[in-house]
């Protein structure tokens, strides 16, 4: 007998207009939402059209007076080597969103794999990656940081490397917990009795399932990266100069603060203003999309 979905083949996609609809009226409704969602594309965006907006060279030295103030000119003054900071700042974006999307991303990946593999494996398996997750998390992150940054050298590789590093464990236990919640829900048995394998059981049954929780948690964890690869390069630990970065301006900043204040300025903004949006906005996905703290409306 043919299914519903094959007799009205518009019913799967009316259903997904409704579920898309809910999500934007519980959206709305959200008022911390909604300002980080709009934090987050007006930083996202500037990152990604970077070379459309500044306007000068970010790595050109002495472009313009040293240490000056905002002007029509520069606007928001110029550093110590007479740089535009308007246009170091605009570039500067993109090296912590790219340290947090390409570290996040990847840890998710395979911390969902991991995860998957100790929460459905055999019990030595997953006390064994257990106590890898264990090992990994005893380590403070900043020591672990230092450590295999001063043995690699600073670069954004490294700095990928060891955010990534740290992340994982997070999120395999995330993943362990749920599988193993699910491996023995009726449905799931019920897949089994049909002789479905366990391959494609993970794949169209437990990680669509886990995937929205990990996602949300991720979301939430972009802030702290984003600060991280800002404070590792305040340090001299991030990347190679001339290459902008907010840490590293708002460093400079911090050198020349007696002579002006906005090269702080111009540092700190950014990374206030990108880490309120995707925490705001972090919050707001856990209000929607988690049953137990979601509102009715």
Do not use: C
């Not at 949300?216 to 802030?223: K, R």
């Amino acid at each position: 007998m043919a299914s519903v979905e094959a007799i009205n083949p518009e019913a799967n996609e009316e259903e997904s207009l409704g579920t898309f609809r809910t999500f934007l009226r519980q959206m709305r409704s959200n008022r911390l939402g909604v300002l980080g969602a709009v934090l987050v594309v007006v930083v996202v965006a500037s990152a990604l059209f970077a070379p459309l907006i500044i306007t000068h060279d970010p790595t050109r030295i002495m472009v313009g007076p040293r240490l000056a103030g905002p002007s029509m000119d520069f606007l928001l003054g110029t550093d110590q080597l007479g740089r535009d900071t308007f246009s170091r700042v605009m570039m500067g974006g993109r090296i912590p969103l790219l340290v947090a999307f390409a570290s996040l991303g990847s840890s998710l990946a395979v911390g969902l794999l991991l995860g998957l593999i100790a929460g459905i494996g055999p019990r030595w398996l997953d006390n064994l990656l257990l106590l890898v997750f264990d090992t990994n998390r005893s380590i403070p992150g900043i020591i672990f940081a230092m450590a295999m940054i001063a043995l690699l050298g600073p670069s954004l590789a490294t700095l990928i490397f060891v955010i990534a590093i740290g992340s994982v464990p997070i999120y395999a236990r995330v993943v362990r917990t749920q599988t193993q919640a699910l491996r023995n829900s009726e449905y799931i048995a019920a897949e089994h009795s049909m002789g479905a394998s366990t391959t494609r059981i993970l794949a169209y049954h437990v990680a669509p399932n886990v995937l929205g929780p990990l996602l949300i948690l991720v979301s939430m964890d972009i802030p702290a990266v984003i600060a991280v690869a800002a404070g590792l390069s305040f340090l001299g630990m991030g990347v190679r100069p001339p290459t902008p970065d907010w840490g590293s301006i708002l460093y400079d900043g911090y050198s020349y603060i007696q002579q002006t204040v906005w090269l702080v300025i111009a540092g700190g903004i950014p990374i206030v203003l990108a880490t309120l949006g995707f925490t705001f906005l972090g919050e707001a996905l856990r209000d929607i999309f988690d049953p137990k703290l979601r509102k009715d409306l």
